[in-house]
């Protein structure tokens, strides 16, 4: 069964650093997608991508965070200037048109 | 008032019983719900979409009661391996992004 995979499993990065997490979606979706969970709190919806642009956001994602397509395969999340409380399990999904998002194993980061 | 609300729980039950929870969501707008399961540390997983009639998916029942806004999800005859927690999932605006609940804890004991 295709799956939604992520790397790194898990990262971690000094306040102000930039990291990028990655992605490989389902190879047949079209729509991706970036959450975050703050441990122990709900899931959030940061990002939605189809096209090469960005459908939808939240308030979470301002302009320290970006995402990318680079080529056929990967989707990446970039946070430039790292903060505390960035800390969190970040979650790609991917799906096709008004289908079931299916989830990636997560990334989770630590920022100290 | 949240998207979503759910009870935390956790609710304790031994192997065997059936359990029930509620979910309710804020925008009478929203078109698709879905229980989602998520064990610990670990990504969210589909346990079954919602529909408007109510489904049924082996040992677990969905049903949807649009005019008072809750979702329900019961577990019959709960088996260990039921234990998690169950997130209540909206799609609050048909657009694609997903409101998360907190989650429903379920401990199932033996």
Partial sequence: ??????????????????????????????????????????????????????????????????????????????IRSTKLEDSAMYFCASNRLAETQYFGPGTRLLVL | RKEVEQDPGPFNVPEGATVAFNCTYSNSASQSFFWYRQDCRKEPKLLMSVYSSGNEDGRFTAQLNR???????????????????????VNPSNDYKLSFGAGTTVTVRA
């Fill in chain 1, 1 to 78: 069964e295709p799956e939604v995979t992520q790397t790194p499993s898990h990262q971690v990065t000094q306040m102000g650093q930039e990291v990028i997490l990655r992605c490989v979606p389902i190879s047949n979706h079209l729509y991706f997608y970036w959450y975050r969970q703050i441990l122990g709190q709900k899931v959030e919806f940061l990002v939605s991508f189809y096209n090469n642009e960005i459908s939808e956001k939240s308030e979470i994602f301002d302009d320290q965070f970006s995402v990318e397509r680079p080529d056929g395969s990967n989707f990446t999340l970039k």
């Fill in chain 2, 67 to 89: 005019a008072s806004q809750y979702i329900s999800l019961l577990i019959r005859d709960s088996k260990l391996s039921d234990s998690a927690t169950y997130l209540c999932v």
